[in-house]
């Protein structure tokens, strides 16, 4: 009787374990972001720089405090993709990151498919925005746009252990 007991216990501890551990993931780090009117999408122009804002509407966000690339957006721009390429710098290698499902403005999949049909273009809208991440501005043909933040070079090497090197701006100290 008392191994029975255990084995319920047990199993209602790992369910709510389990649970819990999924409602933190998906939805308990995540807030969304107030906008600022103006300030939210911001692109590098060609030749580097201070990054500057485009026109945009319709602006969403989410960002969680617990990862520096957790941060999501959408928007929508009357720019055209010819008049952004010709202004701003475009992002190297750009790859969506997944947003939450909840979070349904933005589709991780159908941005990178418009990205590889070339139905959408990527810009880069801020070097280092946290140490070693960039966001990345992206905007289709119909002038919906997606905003994330990706590691950078340094980046990638600060988080996977390998030397960071002369290249890299130094670490901000905590």
């Known amino acids: 009787m008392t191994g029975k007991v255990l084995v319920i216990v047990l199993l209602l501890c790992a369910a709510a374990a389990g649970?819990?551990?999924y409602y933190l993931q998906v939805y308990g780090f995540y807030y969304e972001v107030t906008g600022r009117p103006g300030q939210d999408v911001a692109l590098v122009p060609l030749g580097g720089g201070t990054p500057q804002p485009?026109?945009?509407d319709g602006f969403r966000a989410i960002d969680a405090d617990?990862?520096?690339i957790r941060y999501r957006?959408?928007?929508h721009t009357e720019l055209s993709l010819d008049a952004l390429g010709a202004a701003y710098?475009?992002?190297p290698t750009p790859e969506p990151?997944?947003?939450p499902a909840w979070f349904d403005?933005?589709?991780a999949s159908a941005v990178a498919a418009?990205?590889?049909s070339g139905r959408a273009r990527a810009f880069l809208g801020a070097k280092n925005i946290h140490y070693g991440v960039d966001r990345i501005v992206t905007v289709t043909e119909d002038g919906r746009g997606y905003v994330w933040h990706a590691l950078n070079n340094c980046g990638q090497k600060a988080y996977d252990g390998t030397v960071v090197g002369e290249e890299c701006p130094a670490r901000p100290e905590n």
């Open 54 to 56: 485009i026109a945009y």
């Open 105 to 107: 403005c933005y589709d």
């Open 66 to 68: 617990s990862s520096p």
């Open 114 to 116: 418009a990205l590889k």
């Open 97 to 99: 990151l997944t947003a």
């Open 89 to 91: 710098d475009p992002a």
């Open 19 to 21: 649970a819990s551990m």
């Open 73 to 75: 957006a959408c928007f």
